[in-house]
């Protein structure tokens, strides 16, 4: 069965590391997405890729970045991690139609001491 | 500015129905969706509208009004297992889902 998965699926780093947060899905999906979840509030869009080499911005993309070598594959950098990086990490992806729903990775919870 | 509203919490009896809402201020519309979420997992897809009226899929339904950037998730006979948060999202002129805070609907015996 296709599926996304997301690793570490815990993760606790100190202030100032860089961090990366894998992301693996066996959909053959073109679109990917990454999303911070935090009490309060919606997802939130970090960057997303709509195929191989295509990366943009979302919402909230400071001080992370990701790169799309392949299909598969979209992993999330923090390039210097900050507290206010402590959240749950979600990866998604979906097909290339508007009206395809988005498949979620079970998460990574990310905290930065 | 782009906004989702959906009510924090809401408590309902096993068995019973219960109406969560959502209404949505976006700079674009191209459908609206909704998530299920338990506690410690990730969203799952329940619903997608795009066009006005009702749609009904088993024990759940979703109903859309564009005119009034209003939309409401029906959930009919419900068990403990329904107990989770409900998310609404809409996708917005870039083809991007906002979400919403999300519902936490709490199932009493």
């Known amino acids: 069965d296709a599926e996304i998965t997301q690793s570490p699926r815990h993760k606790i780093t100190e202030t100032g590391r860089q961090v990366t947060l894998a992301c693996h899905q066996t959909w053959n999906h073109n679109n990917m997405f990454w999303y911070r979840q935090d009490l309060g509030h919606g997802l939130r869009l970090i960057h997303y890729?709509?195929?191989?080499?295509?990366?943009n911005k979302g919402e909230v993309s400071d001080g992370y970045s990701v790169s799309r070598s392949n299909t598969e594959d979209l992993p999330l950098t923090l390039e210097s991690a900050a507290s206010s990086q402590t959240s749950v990490y979600f990866c998604?992806?979906?097909?290339?139609?508007?009206?395809?729903?988005?498949?979620f990775g079970p998460g990574t919870r990310l905290t930065v001491l | 500015g782009q906004n989702i509203d959906q009510p924090t919490e809401m408590t309902a009896t096993e068995g019973a129905i219960v109406q969560i809402n959502c209404t949505y201020q976006t700079s674009g519309f191209n459908g609206l969706f909704w998530y299920q979420q338990h506690a410690g997992e990730a969203p799952t897809f329940l619903s997608y509208n795009v066009l006005d009226g009702l749609e009904e899929k088993g024990r759940f339904s979703s109903f859309l009004s564009r005119s009034k950037g209003y939309s409401y998730l029906l959930l009919k006979e419900l068990q403990m297992k329904d107990s989770a948060s409900y998310l609404c999202?809409?996708?917005?002129?870039?083809?991007?889902?906002?979400w919403g805070a999300g519902t936490k609907l709490i199932i009493k015996p």
């Open positions: 999202a809409v996708m917005d002129s870039n083809y991007q889902l906002i």
């Open positions: 890729s709509y195929g191989v080499q295509d990366t």
């Open positions: 998604a992806s979906s097909g290339a139609s508007e009206y395809n729903e988005q498949f």
